[in-house]
């Protein structure tokens, strides 16, 4: 039962750098999203997915981009980190619409 | 454009204390979903309740109950005898149909239950 799986579960960048948030979910699920919290916001959607080869922005799209080659996997990449980065992600997917997310446990990011 | 709002940023109660977090949302579509998710002081968010437009039954589970009000675009959310492990941020989240199914979330509200 691992559902959706996010690694790292933490990481500090410095600025500049790049890396890739991963998240692979075993649920054979549709619809996967990044989501990212702010302190003392709720979450923002960053990039979504309705299948293989499908992607979307969301609300915060800016300085990310996804992909989704396969079912299971929908990585996040940042290519050029900067300190307004600094931010806990998730990862979330469901199988039909408007059914509950499932949510990975979170990437904390800090970027210094 | 959608819109949660959860106007309360914290709640402080005792230990046994009713509580109700307030879910105010804007919308245009006349088909959405409804959703509360808890976050716990672990980081993790648990879903907790979802509700669809065509359905303003209240919904009682154990000590949780849900006020659905669309005349007052509400969602409200009650804790009946508080506990202490009910302490986390509770977020309202709105969706709707079309396309990107995406959820827009309220900013939380955090609640503190002190023994």
């Known amino acids: 039962n691992a559902g959706v799986t996010q690694t790292p579960k933490f990481r500090i960048l410095k600025i500049g750098q790049s890396m890739t948030l991963q998240c692979t979910q075993d649920?054979?699920?549709?619809?996967m999203y990044w989501y990212r919290q702010d302190p003392g916001m709720g979450l923002k959607l960053i990039y979504y997915s309705v299948g293989a080869g499908i992607t979307d922005k969301g609300e915060v799209p800016n300085g990310y981009n996804v992909s989704r080659s396969t079912t299971e996997d929908f990585p996040l990449r940042l290519e050029l980190a900067a300190p307004s980065q600094t931010s806990v992600y998730f990862c979330?997917?469901?199988?039909?619409?408007?059914?509950?997310?499932?949510f990975g446990d979170g990437t904390r990011l800090s970027i210094l | 454009a959608q819109k949660v709002t959860q106007a309360q940023t914290e709640i402080s109660v005792v230990e046994k204390e009713d509580v109700t977090l307030d879910c105010v949302y804007e919308t245009r579509d006349t088909t959405y979903y409804l959703f509360w998710y808890k976050q716990p002081p672990s980081g993790e968010l648990v879903f907790l309740i979802r509700?669809?437009?065509?359905?303003?039954q209240n919904e009682i589970s154990g000590r949780y109950s849900w006020n659905f009000q669309k005349s007052t675009s509400s969602f409200n959310f009650t804790i009946t005898a508080s506990q202490v492990v009910d302490s986390a941020v509770y977020f309202c989240a709105l969706s709707d149909i079309r396309g990107s199914e995406k959820l827009v979330f309220g900013k939380g509200t955090k609640l503190t239950v002190n023994p």
């Open positions: 979330a997917s469901t199988q039909v619409s408007n059914q509950p997310q499932h």
């Open positions: 509700r669809n437009s065509f359905d303003e």
């Open positions: 649920m054979n699920h549709n619809y």
